[in-house]
């Protein structure tokens, strides 16, 4: 126990030993530089979760660290050298390796802070922004727990380092990631200490950007269970300057209880009331790219399926709007309550089981039959495809070609 008493240690993980990371652990070392394992991988591990990246932390300045990496030919991108961090990348599949200074915030502005890379691991816990992320691991497993972060972590408390509204103040972004780590650890009402300084100071999310906010959001939505995360936000006031289409969270929950796999995306058309033109205005504040922008405003009603009408009816609508489309709206329309799980379960098999197949004819075939080039063969083929839908996609070729000559005739006769 080094004579320490009580001190922690955990088993080393697989990812503490793997090569990859002994190699990082070892370039430092080299130097003469301490190393801990901090943040998310620590809390993951302790939690027995999968990790993410591994962060790093180390007294060493970012200059000698990246000299000390290349020293091993370890390859590392200096990716916010400002605030001491950089990544280092290693093994295969490669791993990243988030290392960065002891610093302390000298001063902060909203989400900028000037920062002094003379800190000491206290000091480095005191300016994370959650107990359980401010744990922090010896390459032996020893566990430095400088603010109470295990019992937090035990007790699924999401509770800030210091005061709250001193820490939200200093990066208001800390307003949404406390959401993030209520949906991801938290439990129960959440810390009404961290909720009360949220309330107060949720106006100051209006300085954001939009892409910080969609990124907070995109995450918080992917979490296994985001409803009562999102229904804090919304009783503090935080919803409402984020997300006011927020409307819909009872849609929301029902759907987490019926998706077959999360989606953030799908929640988020499932949370947000909004038509088409509502979902592009709020795609386009939040910056999503155009692909997710307009999976979004596919996601709208009116919706395209019927979810009583028959099979015909139901391979028509999948036809149309393509199978990731269809299980969308269909999983939309169960969690609204339009349709029952058996229904749904019926829907989802016949997006999952049946691909459409091609449609026979072309525009070729009608230019073929004397139609001269123009809108004419657009419609008219467009009227054969309507005829093929409506028989089930059954009429092969042939039988499309001679429905496309009995339009023609027909035609012919009435002109
Ligand atoms: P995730 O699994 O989402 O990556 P994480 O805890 O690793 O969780 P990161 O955003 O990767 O989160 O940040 C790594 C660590 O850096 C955090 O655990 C926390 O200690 C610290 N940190 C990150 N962002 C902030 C912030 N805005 N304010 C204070 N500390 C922060
Ligand atoms: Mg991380």
Not at 129 to 141: Q, R, W
Not at 187 to 204: K, W
Not at 237 to 244: E, M
Request: neutral net charge; hydrophobic residues 45%; glycine residues 8%.
């Amino acid at each position: 126990m080094n004579g320490k008493a009580h001190a922690l240690r955990i088993e080393p993980q697989p990812w503490m030993i793997e090569p990859a990371t002994q190699g990082v652990l070892a370039a430092l070392a080299e130097g003469g530089a301490e190393a801990r394992f901090v943040g998310g991988s620590v809390r993951d591990a302790l939690l027995g979760r999968p990790i993410g990246d591994i962060d790093i932390a180390t007294p060493a300045p970012p200059d000698r660290v990246i000299e000390l990496l290349q020293k091993r030919r370890i390859k590392v991108v200096p990716t916010g050298i400002a605030h001491g961090t950089v990544t280092a990348i290693a093994g295969s599949p490669p791993r990243h390796f988030e290392i960065t200074t002891l610093r302390r915030d000298v001063e902060t502005y909203g989400r900028r802070a000037r920062v002094a890379f003379d800190a000491d691991w206290e000091a480095d816990a005191a300016r994370r922004d959650f107990t359980i992320n401010a744990i922090s691991l010896d390459p032996d497993g020893t566990v430095h727990d400088a603010v109470g972060g295990l019992a937090d972590l035990q007790a699924r408390r999401v509770r800030f380092v210091g005061d709250p509204a001193t820490r939200i103040a200093e990066d208001v972004l800390r307003i949404l990631r406390y959401y993030r780590f209520e949906a991801r650890f938290g439990g129960g009402l959440g810390d009404s200490q961290a909720r009360a300084a949220c309330r107060v100071m949720a106006v100051l999310l209006f300085n954001l950007s939009g892409e910080r906010v969609a990124q907070e959001l995109v995450r918080l939505l992917g979490t296994a269970d985001p409803a009562r995360a999102l229904q804090m936000m919304a009783e503090d006031g935080v919803l409402a300057v984020v997300l006011p289409e927020a409307r819909r969270l009872d849609r929301l929950r029902n759907l987490t209880e019926i998706e077959p796999e999360p989606d953030a995306v799908r929640r988020l058309a499932a949370l947000v009331d909004v038509d088409r033109a509502g979902a592009i205005a709020l795609a386009e504040r939040l910056r999503f790219a155009n692909p997710v922008r307009d999976r979004l405003g596919g996601l709208t009603p009116p919706w395209g399926i019927d979810p009583s009408a028959d099979i015909i009816a139901q391979r028509r609508a999948l036809y149309r709007l393509g199978a990731e489309r269809y299980r969308d709206i269909a999983l939309l329309l169960a969690a609204e309550g339009a349709m029952s799980r058996q229904r749904l379960g019926e829907l989802l098999m016949l997006a999952n089981a049946w691909t459409p197949p091609a449609f026979p004819t072309s525009g070729r075939d009608v230019t073929a039959l004397g139609v001269p080039p123009g809108p004419r063969v657009g419609e008219l083929l467009d009227a054969v495809r309507e005829w093929w839908e409506a028989r089930d996609f059954g009429a092969d070729r042939e039988a499309c070609l001679a429905q496309l000559r009995k339009l023609l005739a027909a035609e012919e006769q009435t002109s």
